[in-house]
C-alpha cells in the first residue's frame, strides 16, 4: 500500500541554524509534491509545490528538493527563527485524473527553533 | 478576500444527533475538498467536489456520511447518527484548480458526547 513517511520526532535546533526535514515515499509514483505548514488549532498553510522533473525548488529561505529515484523529499529552512515552529507536511499528488488533483498528506513533522 | 471560511469552529453533539459541517470557499475557487485529522495523525481525504458534483469520495465512509456543494452556497459535509469515533478535526481546502492555491480553511472540532 501507499505510505508517506515523516519523522515522528519531533526537530529541536537552534536559530539561525538550517532545519532539514525528510518526506520518503513508497508504492507511489507522485508527478507533484507539496510542503505545508500547519500551527496548532489552524489548517495547513501552503508553502511550495515541486514537479517530478524539478530537481530543486526555491521560495525565499525555503528549498525542496524531490529525488524521484531515491522516493524522497528535502525540505529545507535556512536561518531558521522561532517563528518558524510548527508541524510541516508534505503531501504527494498523482497525475492528473480527469483534471483532479487530490493531496494524499504525511503526518507532518514538528519543528521547534530554539532561541 | 476572506479565505476559506468554515463554521462553526467547534461544534458538540450527543451520540445519534447529526452534524453539519460548512465550509465556504475562497472566491474563485471551484474545487473543494474535505479532509479529517485525528490527533497525532495526518490529514485524511474524505471527498473531492465542484460545483453541483462529486468528484471523488474514495476517502469517504460509505455510512452516515455525505457531502455536497451546491450551486449557490457552501459546501456542507453531513454526518448522520454521530458516534464517539467521529471527534475530530474536520478541514475543508479549496482551490481554483490546478496544483497551487490550496487553501485551508481553520477547521471544524467535532467532539461526540
Known amino acids: 500500500s501507499q505510505k508517506i513517511e515523516q519523522n515522528s520526532e519531533a526537530l529541536n535546533i537552534q536559530e539561525g541554524k538550517t532545519a532539514t526535514l525528510t518526506c520518503n515515499y513508497t508504492n507511489y509514483s507522485p508527478a507533484y509534491l507539496q510542503w505545508y505548514r500547519q500551527d496548532p488549532g489552524r489548517g495547513p498553510v501552503f508553502l511550495l509545490l515541486?514537479?517530478?522533473?524539478?530537481k530543486e525548488k526555491r521560495k525565499e529561505r525555503l528549498k525542496v528538493t524531490f529525488d524521484t529515484t531515491l522516493k524522497q523529499s528535502l525540505f529545507h529552512i535556512t536561518a531558521s527563527q522561532p517563528a518558524d515552529s510548527a508541524t510541516y507536511l508534505c503531501a504527494l499528488l498523482p497525475h492528473a485524473s480527469g483534471g483532479s488533483y487530490i493531496p494524499t498528506f504525511g503526518r507532518g513533522t514538528s519543528l521547534i527553533v530554539h532561541p | 478576500n476572506a479565505g476559506v471560511m468554515q463554521n462553526p469552529r467547534h461544534l458538540v453533539r450527543r451520540r445519534g444527533q447529526e452534524a453539519r459541517l460548512r465550509c465556504s470557499p475562497m472566491?474563485?475557487?471551484?474545487?473543494v475538498y474535505w479532509y479529517r485529522q485525528l490527533p497525532e495523525e495526518g490529514l485524511k481525504f474524505m471527498v473531492y467536489?465542484?460545483?453541483?458534483?462529486?468528484?471523488?469520495e474514495s476517502g469517504m465512509p460509505k455510512e452516515r456520511f455525505s457531502a455536497e456543494f451546491p450551486k449557490e452556497g457552501p459546501s456542507i459535509l453531513r454526518i448522520q447518527q454521530v458516534v464517539r469515533g467521529d471527534s475530530a478535526a474536520y478541514f475543508c481546502a479549496s482551490s481554483p484548480a490546478g496544483l497551487e492555491g490550496y487553501t485551508f480553511g481553520s477547521g471544524t472540532r467535532l467532539t461526540v458526547v
Open positions: 467536489l465542484q460545483k453541483e458534483n462529486i468528484i471523488d
Open positions: 472566491k474563485g475557487h471551484s474545487h
Open positions: 515541486i514537479r517530478e522533473n524539478e
